[in-house]
């Protein structure tokens, strides 16, 4: 330490003289002027590679995950030496998190992909193996879990509620989003909110029954990756009726979406129904009217079959949706 700065180094020898030795020499070298310096500067703490990692990447990294990387920067673990940081700190640190393990697994998940790339990308001495193997013992000691995939599918009762609440809301004010229609689209479109509200008229190919979903949520990539889907019948009816009043088919905010549809339930009395739930229902309902794997990926957009393979118990029950009478009120209620 000199001057308040301090830099550790460690290597391992197996006679006392040559450690000795070791030491001497290098603190021979770090006495230079400006050598301290030098090598704090390539041995930043982990909060400068969050900083440089939310500033320099090219993709969006989404609100959510940019918000859990500020979090992680407010924790003593982020001010540690990169080159510091061992499996045994990372393990503290998920254990100091509040909330159920599937939480903290995904500050797991976006801490890993710092590591993943700090190291080639800035030279930063952050070892990935350490990530590695933190996440590995987590895992294994339940401190992580990955996130149960939800089952909760509404019930015609529910939506018949939902749809008469908001087209009385919207005879009363106007000016009101018409959640009706947005909750009927994403039901037989299968579309997540944000993927509705970045659809537009240029892109909609009635003839094709088709539309191109900019930017689709994927694993690995998001910005980029427009794939077109198809349209079942009635979510075409529902575009149909919408007004033409600017670019974007439904020119509304995600956000403005999950609130209105949150708060509905609450008053409603409606427990447990996420809007994302819908989607779930769209794709169980094609499964029960008998389409197979692809033609139900050719809707929903996935890319991997796998990922349909949850639906595969679902029996062939027919179309509980045909002759729906909110089909028609989602329509006719502009």
Not at 166 to 174: N, S, V, W
Not at 176 to 190: D, R
Not at 295 to 311: E, F, Q
């Amino acid at each position: 330490m000199r001057e308040g700065s301090t830099y550790h180094e460690t290597k391992t020898f197996d006679r006392r003289p040559a450690a000795t030795a070791w030491i001497k020499k290098r603190e021979k070298e770090l006495a230079k002027p400006g050598a301290l310096e030098e090598l704090n500067a390539s041995d930043p703490p982990l909060s400068k590679a969050i900083e440089r990692y939310t500033e320099e990447t090219v993709k969006d990294i989404g609100r959510t995950k940019a918000q859990v990387l500020r979090t992680i920067a407010t924790y003593p673990i982020a001010d540690l030496p990169c080159s510091t940081i061992k499996s045994k700190d990372i393990i503290e640190f998920l254990q100091s998190l509040p909330g159920q393990p599937q939480t903290v697994g995904n500050y797991a998940s976006h801490l890993a992909s710092i590591f993943a790339i700090a190291r080639p990308m800035w030279d930063f001495r952050l070892d990935d193996r350490e990530m590695r193997d933190a996440i590995t013992v987590a895992r294994r000691m339940g401190i992580i879990s990955r996130s149960a995939q939800r089952t909760r599918r509404p019930t015609l009762d529910e939506i018949d509620r939902l749809l008469a609440h908001f087209i009385d809301r919207r005879q009363r004010t106007p000016q009101a989003m018409p959640m009706h229609k947005v909750i009927v689209f994403a039901l037989f479109s299968t579309r997540r909110q944000a993927e509705i509200t970045r659809l537009t008229w240029d892109d909609f190919q009635k003839e094709h029954k088709r539309i191109l979903v900019r930017d689709m949520k994927h694993p690995g990539e998001k910005l980029g990756n427009d794939t077109w889907v198809d349209l079942p019948e009635e979510a075409i009816r529902i575009i149909d009726s919408m007004r033409k009043s600017k670019a974007e088919i439904f020119p509304y905010s995600p956000d403005a979406i999950t609130a209105n549809f949150t708060r509905a339930c609450k008053l409603l009395g409606i427990e447990d129904l996420h809007f994302h739930d819908l989607r779930h229902e769209g794709i169980s309902r094609l499964f029960e009217m008998g389409w197979n794997i692809p033609h139900v990926a050719a809707v929903s957009g996935h890319r991997s079959w796998v990922s349909l393979k949850r639906y595969t118990h679902i029996r062939e029950t027919g179309d509980k949706y045909a002759n729906w009478p909110g089909m028609l009120l989602a329509i006719d209620n502009t």
